[in-house]
């Protein structure tokens, strides 16, 4: 699709200038794929299909980054932004206020599907029997967020950051958090609320805690509500420091609990790996399938999150909660086969080649990967396959509505015994 641009112009774009152009295919980043005499730009506040002058913000060798700030011809997917926040210049918290609900789920979808054939190595048809979709979850698009952190700018006041930048957006509300969190005196755009923090950290639990913490040089400190919060998950309460992690969609713990299970399948007495397993949200879920006899190893390489389950899980004698990188637990054996089930719900960067190599050898009857980001799930994939595994099963979930993130749990299986 290529710009309408000065038929006597040869030279490569310009920064902050102005093009006419028609939007391809979505791409992962929360853009859309465009071309201006052969050079690919990336298009952020766009939809495939849309004629729109996109402005140039970042020049790179072999692309270009834009944002479109008129809208020539809209998408039947187009809707008005919910929050004023939401537009090229602003926040960058979300990427696609500007789409249907429907369309988003479909645009993650899409995304999902291409990382797994470009990254991942699957053929089309291989993708297509996985019948990749990508579900919502319960509460709307809105108000969802329970774990905020905001970032403070040289005037004191709380924000958050435009679209790959460190610049502070003073803003008044943010309309994906937690209604109660929306509520807290936390943002004041036309005061210095907060002149000595870098940043402030608000939660508001599923167990009805809430709590404001200020970040001064990477440390924060509580300045309202308890230190610790409590959640209800799987089943159990939980009991966590404020800042410790825990899934931010209020429905997100159980679904995904609930899909590991429905994927893994767990038999009474199998034994289990629950890797970067934080408080221990799974092991405690896959406990529960097993029986009080089996064995299951957890592995956390924060001391505050192996802590968190160690306290959550005193009253499942039969998990071992191991405080280590997943990689060296497994190098160094600190984590022994057999075992029969793996759950890898490894960070954004994915587990990486040597931990799924680890995890192929101790030759588990099945491993339920939990991934946020398609593309480090895609490559961890192809090294699986390339070990003789399978992936046999995908489900999508949209734990992070209005932005382009995007949570799947796979199910892989091992070559034939």
């Known amino acids: 699709m290529t710009a309408e641009r000065d038929p006597a112009r040869r030279d490569g774009l310009e920064e902050a ?57 809209a998408s039947a997917d187009r809707v008005e932004q919910p929050c004023p926040y939401a537009k090229p210049g602003r926040c960058g918290g979300c990427d696609l206020q500007h789409v249907t609900r429907a369309a988003q789920l479909e645009w993650k979808s899409t995304v999902v599907r291409e990382q797994l054939t470009r990254l ?78 870098e940043a402030v950290e608000t939660v508001a639990s599923t167990g009805g805690d809430v709590t404001i913490a200020t970040v001064t040089e990477g440390v924060a400190t509580p300045v309202e509500g308890p230190e610790t919060v409590h959640e209800r998950a799987a089943g159990r309460d939980w009991t966590l420091p404020a800042g410790g992690f825990w899934q931010v969609h209020p429905a997100a713990a159980d679904t995904l609990v609930g899909a590991v299970l429905d994927l893994l399948d767990p038999r009474p007495g199998e034994s289990a790996w629950d890797l970067y397993g934080g408080a221990g949200l799974f092991a405690a879920a896959l406990a529960g399938r097993v029986g009080p006899d089996a064995r299951i190893t957890l592995v956390e390489s924060s001391a505050q999150g192996a802590a968190a389950a160690r306290e959550n899980l005193a009253d499942l004698p039969r998990v071992e909660v191991v405080a280590a990188r997943v990689e060296t637990a497994l190098a160094r054996r600190r984590v022994t086969g057999p075992v029969d089930l793996v759950v890898l719900d490894p960070p954004r960067s994915g587990a990486g080649a040597p931990v799924v190599r680890d995890v192929a050898a101790a030759r588990p009857r099945a491993v339920a990967y939990v991934a946020c980001d398609p593309a480090a799930f895609a490559r961890d994939v192809r090294t699986f396959t390339g070990l003789g595994w399978r992936l046999a099963a995908l489900r999508g979930f949209d734990l992070f509505p209005m932005t382009q993130h995007v949570e799947l749990v796979g199910l892989l299986l091992p070559p034939a015994r």
């Not at 690919?40 to 996109?54: D, S, T, Y």
């Not at 996985?130 to 967020?145: C, E, I, S």
Request: charged share 20%; net charge negative.
């Open 120 to 197: 991942g190595g699957l053929t089309d048809a291989e993708v297509d029997a996985l019948g990749v979709t990508v579900a919502a979850l319960p509460g709307g698009a809105l108000g969802w967020r329970s774990r905020v952190r905001y970032a403070v700018d040289a005037a004191g006041r709380a924000g958050l950051l435009k679209h790959r930048s460190h610049e502070v957006v003073p803003i008044e509300r943010c309309l994906i958090a937690h209604p109660t969190i929306q509520q807290l005196p936390v943002l004041t755009p036309s005061g210095a609320r907060w002149p000595d923090a």
């Open 17 to 73: 200038e102005r093009v006419e152009l028609t939007v391809d295919a979505v791409a992962p980043g929360g853009h859309c794929v465009a071309r201006v005499d052969g050079q690919v730009v990336f298009v952020r506040h766009a939809l495939p299909g849309e004629r729109v002058i996109a402005e140039v913000t970042e020049l790179h060798k072999g692309f270009a980054r834009a944002d479109a700030v008129e809208i020539l011809t």
